[in-house]
């Protein structure tokens, strides 16, 4: 029994070393933007929501037409903002009459590493275009990012999006501030 609690502690100790108490590093937060990049490109909500942390708070100003909105998600409401999003870019992509194509882009402008390098301040931009020029989200961005449980995860984000719609109805902005 004595054995297998030393087993047990050094496989612990083995898993924080190497993985669970690694200090957050440059690469390290530019890998988290390129899995977001890819949890996009495959809309694949589920992935995006890993990427946030329990304690997560989302602040965006969304502006469409000239008018903005303010929210602020938590966790959960985040992920169900996700998962919304991506059947709102399958209807659009029906509307359309079939596969609707995503680019997605972005460019970190800093990263600032706290002393302790637990964290860091990650300022940039994003740009996420459907079919072609249909519809636009152009987003600026200031976030916080931790390692938690050696995961790098999204803590907060502040964040300003343009939407910008092109096309002959492509979407009505009383379609994209439906409560």
């Not at 050094?10 to 924080?16: I, N, T």
């Not at 680019?103 to 079919?131: C, F, N, P, Q």
């Not at 200031?142 to 096309?167: A, K, N």
């Amino acid at each position: 029994m004595r054995n297998i609690a030393i087993v047990i502690a050094l496989c612990v100790g083995a898993w924080y070393y190497f993985i669970g108490g690694r200090k957050l590093d440059e690469p390290l937060v530019r890998q988290y933007y390129e899995q977001e990049a890819h949890a996009i490109l495959s809309r694949d909500p589920e992935r995006l929501c890993k990427q946030l942390s329990s304690r997560a708070v989302v602040q965006d100003r969304t502006t469409v037409l000239g008018q903005s909105q303010d929210s602020t998600l938590n966790r959960a409401q985040a992920c169900d903002a996700a998962r919304e999003s991506f059947k709102t870019f399958e209807v659009i992509g029906e509307a359309m009459g079939g596969i609707l194509t995503i680019e997605y882009d972005y460019h970190l402008d800093s990263v600032e590493l706290a002393s302790d390098r637990k964290s860091a301040i990650v300022k940039g931009t994003s740009r996420l275009k459907m079919g072609e020029q249909a519809m636009q989200f152009a987003s600026s961005f200031e976030q916080r990012i931790e390692r938690e449980l050696g995961q790098v995860r999204l803590v907060r984000s502040d964040q300003s999006t343009l939407v910008r719609l092109q096309g002959a109805g492509a979407m009505r902005q009383s379609d994209f501030f439906k409560k």
